[in-house]
């Protein structure tokens, strides 16, 4: 029981991060300051970077 539980907790996280990562893609976003490409940032790396990107798309849009 537990295998299935961890099984589903890990796709739930690889499909988060597959949004994410598509969300950034789709903002022109492909490198963080320091070079990292997409694929190398952990789940919440990605959510903070697209939180912050939204913001600013927002601001921009406000402008």
Not at 37 to 51: D, F, K, M, R, T
């Amino acid at each position: 029981m537990v295998r299935v539980d961890q099984a589903s907790r890990l796709r739930y996280e690889a499909e988060k991060m597959d949004f994410y990562k598509s969300e950034l893609l789709s903002m022109n976003y492909f490198k963080t300051s320091d070079g990292k490409q997409l694929y190398e940032l952990s789940l919440s790396e990605l959510e903070q970077i697209y939180e912050n990107e939204k913001a600013k798309a927002g601001e921009k849009s406000e402008s």
